[in-house]
Nanobody, 121 residues
Framework: QVQLVESGGGLVQAGGSLSLSCAAS????????MGWFRQAPGNEREFVARITWNSGRTDYADSVKGRFSISRDNAKNTVSLQMNSLKPEDTAVYYCAAGPTATMTGRWLYWGQGTQVTVSS
């Protein structure tokens, strides 16, 4: 069983930065792909970013490319999302996810409870 706990959400003005962190626990989690998703009110949950187990590959949604950066520390079992140049449309609940064979489009097995990010204009 894998548990994921997000932290770092909050309120920030447009153009500002925020960093999210996800602490993972459980067997073999350091060998899993890790990712971030978000869900705004009235919208479906959408993919934001993914990083493979060895940080060899990262993928981003087009809407966040060049502004967000995902990284991980396998020694600490954490994954982070650095968010810069935030826009009001980035406002959402952000979720951490993990899966041994996860891709941008699926096979995410474990989810955190989410952390709220609010960007004011």
């Amino acid at each position: 069983q894998v548990q994921l706990v997000e932290s770092g959400g909050g309120l920030v003005q447009a153009g500002g930065s925020l960093s999210l962190s996800c602490a993972a626990s459980g067997r073999a989690v350091s060998t899993y792909s890790m990712g971030w998703f978000r869900q705004a009110p009235g919208n479906e949950r959408e993919f934001v970013a993914r990083i493979t187990w060895n940080s060899g590959r990262t993928d981003y949604a087009d809407s966040v490319k060049g502004r967000f950066s995902i990284s991980r520390d396998n020694a600490k079992n954490t994954v982070s999302l650095q968010m810069n140049s935030l826009k009001p449309e980035d406002t959402a609940v952000y979720y951490c996810a993990a899966g041994p064979t996860a891709t941008m489009t699926g096979r995410w097995l474990y989810w955190g409870q989410g952390t709220q990010v609010t960007v004011s204009s």
